[in-house]
């Protein structure tokens, strides 16, 4: 069968040290891809809250829109991260693992 995997001793197929590369790269952007836009979040997170602090710092009263976006951000943020993990493991498990 093609898809068992080679005794030891046995050399891999260029097919099969071609898909692993493959998976590899696959992978790995997709670990640069959860990095950037966790960082983008965050950053973007981190300042509608420093925000929310300055203003109560000031004196002034604080926006309601802008006392509900910190539940807002961390539900986005979380649910995002979530699904980007999600996302990765799907290319994790088409590796052809059972």
Known sequence: MPDEAPKPGEEKSDEERLREKRIAASAQFVGWLITVMGATAGVISVIVILSVIYIAAQGQTIPP?????????????FGQFVNLLKDYMGVVDASGRK
């Not at 829109?65 to 943020?77: A, D, K, P, V």
Request: a negative charge.
């Open 65 to 77: 829109e802008l006392s509900n976006w910190g539940g807002i951000i961390l539900g986005f943020y």
